[in-house]
């Protein structure tokens, strides 16, 4: 993995940003020192930044700046008369149309900062995504910002119930699901997984392998939009539950190049939404209650039932609470060797090393 960078941010560069944790998950929002961009949607903008901008994700994401568990946002201006403002979402591998704990992230940020004016006990405003526009509904009673709550552009199941080979196991089942992204969900109990935080390490490595066998045996294109990718994430996942607080289920999203998703993942609980209302096993308006590897929590629920191209598709709502941990200013002196930072595979899996040698529990079920 390279430790270097060919790209050039502009010297003696300062940056302001907020750093965050959306129920557990690190995320760095940038609120100024950035380049202006074309007129366009966020779609295009994002499209454009990482053509031309992506020395700045990566002075934000690799070291000595950044880590691989962190990803990091990036407000610019909409010219959606429905939107207050857009925001670019970038990883450590890719830049995601949509991503729910950045867009509580975000709002958050924007509502605690005063860049958004707080207007009663709930709080309504659109955001422009890359996915397109996402309606938040925050909680901002006696003045104070707490869970924020987004809808999402319609999730919906490419493909439910699909064998695929994996390498060194044999047959495994998935499902494929889109919530902003595209995810290749699995039982955890296929690989014997109680999907606790020791487990972390040997899923991401799983999940990495997946990832990359559902993507070439189950080629997907979303249908009102070719440029966005097929299968980016895996998910693992518990058996849902019921009580009388509704559904209820455990899940560890791994992100590329091979970490845990701390929190639950709004798009990931969006696709899981549509998964299992495609099964039903779960109805419009009901609650459903999805927990990290960490134990924190998103509540969804179905809003309505839509349509995406051929797919029958759901419209999710989501919502969590982010807390800002520290307002800073980034730094990028003149004669810093590492504009651009610098990735180790002591952290930093090698995502083109090839095939990882997977040793799977026996599962008890």
């Not at 709080?123 to 890359?130: D, S």
Request: charged share 20%.
């Amino acid at each position: 993995m390279s430790n270097s960078s060919n790209y050039e941010i502009a010297v003696s560069s300062t940056f302001t940003a907020y750093d965050c944790h959306c129920e557990g998950d690190v995320e760095k929002v940038v609120v100024a020192g950035l380049p202006e961009l074309p007129r366009g949607t966020a779609f295009e903008k994002m499209k454009y930044f990482r053509r031309h901008h992506d020395d700045i994700r990566l002075f934000f994401l690799r070291e000595p700046r950044g880590s691989m568990i962190q990803s990091v946002n990036f407000i610019v201006p909409t010219e959606n008369p429905e939107a207050v403002a857009a925001f670019i979402i970038a990883e450590a591998e890719e830049y995601p149309e949509m991503s729910g704990g950045n867009t509580i992230s975000v709002a958050t940020t924007m509502l605690k900062t005063g860049m958004v004016p707080i207007t009663g006990p709930v709080t309504r405003f659109k955001l422009e995504a890359p996915a397109g526009l996402i309606g938040i509904e925050c909680d901002t009673s006696e003045g104070k910002v707490g869970a924020v709550r987004f809808i999402n552009q319609p999730a919906f199941a490419y493909c439910l119930n699909k064998t695929i080979e994996l390498p060194g196991f044999g047959n495994l089942t998935v499902d494929v699901g889109y919530g902003g992204m595209t995810y290749a969900i699995v039982d955890a109990r296929q690989f014997g997984f109680d999907l606790v935080a020791s487990e972390g390490r040997r899923l991401s490595d799983l999940g990495q392998e997946i990832k990359a066998a559902a993507a070439a045996q189950i080629p997907v294109s979303h249908p009102l939009n070719p440029e966005l990718p097929g299968i980016t994430q895996t998910m693992f996942v518990t058996p849902i539950t019921r009580s009388e607080r509704g559904v209820e289920s455990k899940n560890a999203v791994i992100v590329s190049p091979g970490r845990i998703d701390r929190c639950p993942c709004g798009t990931g609980t969006s696709a899981r939404l549509a998964v299992m209302h495609a099964k039903g096993e779960i109805a419009e308006g009901e609650q459903f209650t999805h927990k990290s590897l960490i134990d924190s929590i998103f509540t969804g629920e179905i809003l309505a039932t839509t349509t995406v191209g051929p797919y029958s598709a759901v419209i999710p709502a989501v919502s969590g609470r982010t807390w800002i941990t520290a307002k800073c200013s980034y730094i990028l002196e003149q004669d810093d060797p590492y504009p651009a930072g610098y990735a180790i595979t002591d952290t930093w899996p090698e995502m083109t090393s090839g095939h990882v040698s997977v040793t799977a529990r026996p599962s008890s079920e």
